[in-house]
């Protein structure tokens, strides 16, 4: 397998499973119709503004943590895991970093 090959194959496995969890967003008192407004208004505006990030897995990166970001910061929610406690996201995405540099990583 060629370099470029391994490291997005790589990429594409830490990006594409989130290190084997997925993702669940809380915010205090809201609800599913909350929920599902703020989603897409990130949704859109993520894609809104794909073209600016270009292609190929830093694109998707990007768009990934652009939704992440508007989800957080703009709308007031936060990523928990199954049991209610928070995602260390900076872990999982210095994962992705080192898995694109061609670097092992292991998830929390």
């Given at each position: 397998?060629?370099?470029?090959?391994?490291i997005?194959?790589?990429?594409?496995?830490?990006?594409?499973?989130?290190?084997?969890?997925?993702?669940?967003?809380?915010?205090?008192?809201?609800?599913?119709a909350?929920?599902?407004?703020?989603?897409?208004?990130?949704?859109?505006?993520?894609?809104?503004?794909?073209?600016s990030?270009?292609?190929?897995?830093?694109?998707?990166?990007?768009?990934?943590?652009?939704?992440?970001?508007?989800?957080?910061?703009?709308?007031?929610?936060?990523?928990?895991?199954?049991?209610?406690?928070?995602?260390?996201?900076?872990?999982?995405?210095?994962?992705?970093?080192?898995?694109?540099?061609?670097?092992?990583?292991?998830?929390q």
């Amino acid at each position: 397998m060629s370099p470029v090959l391994r490291i997005a194959a790589v990429g594409m496995l830490v990006v594409g499973t989130g290190c084997a969890e997925r993702t669940l967003w809380d915010r205090p008192g809201a609800t599913e119709a909350d929920y599902r407004r703020d989603v897409y208004e990130c949704e859109r505006d993520a894609r809104m503004a794909t073209a600016s990030f270009g292609s190929g897995l830093f694109a998707m990166i990007e768009a990934q943590n652009f939704m992440r970001r508007c989800m957080t910061d703009a709308k007031g929610w936060r990523e928990v895991r199954a049991d209610g406690t928070p995602v260390n996201r900076s872990l999982i995405d210095q994962a992705v970093i080192a898995a694109a540099a061609g670097v092992t990583v292991f998830c929390q």
